[in-house]
């Protein structure tokens, strides 16, 4: 194949491993797609599956919507939009279980302890929380308030928005009508933009796609990103040997590690 691996030599080594071996590799799969991949439709983005009036194609000049009405910008920003509504889902998830997790370090039902209680009672405090609970109770009253925040309506602005957000970023924002709620209900509201007739403007779609960003970071990561801090205690540079074929020695090398660690660290 045509196709450079890597300029990294770890890359190209275990590139020839998973071909001696006869394995199934990323490289190998996108060159074989590349080969019969739909340039004139799927890779701008203007075809649509969505419903069963079509499968429907846009050929600029020619063919300007689909049987819907819906538009190239429309299918291509509508797409854009699912792909947002999958990052939230999993960022959503992983809040939820962070929270989940709080509260049962809290009963006392898991093998954690709570390791940042200066971190703990911060962020509570910025929740407008009782920063000088006991510990263990201001862990459970954490978690209840993400999972409560994460299933806010999405008429009402997020606490943590207000909280973490400049006031120059939230005036634009609220400008824009993009001042996002709990991501439950802003994942409700958007997957249903999406359905076929229900929102055929691509600046509407944009808009949403913004908005769902919004309430995904402010409702998801920044709840989750502190729990976990709480939890297993703030990170800090430290030594270790590893080689994702990223790393320069002539270059200072930061690299963050983290995700979902509830298991490795129990075990
Ligand atoms: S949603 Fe509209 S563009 Fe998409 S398949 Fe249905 S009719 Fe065609």
Redesign the pocket.
Known sequence: MSLEISAHESIREMYKKLKEDGMTNLWDRWAAQEQIRCKSFCAKGLS?????????RIIPGKLER?????DGDG?AIRYMLLRNAMGLSTYTYHAREVAKTLIATGEGKTPFKISDTVKLRDFAAKLGLNPNSPVDHLAVDLGRYILSAINSDSNASLKTVEVFATPGRIAVWKRLGILPGGPANEQIDAISHCL??VDGDYVSLAKTAMRLALSCIYGSLIPLEYGQDILFGTPKPHRMNFDFGILDPSYVNIVVNGHEPFVGIAS
């Open positions: 649509c599956q969505f419903c069963s009036n079509g499968p429907c689909g049987t819907c009405g819906m299918m076929t007739n």
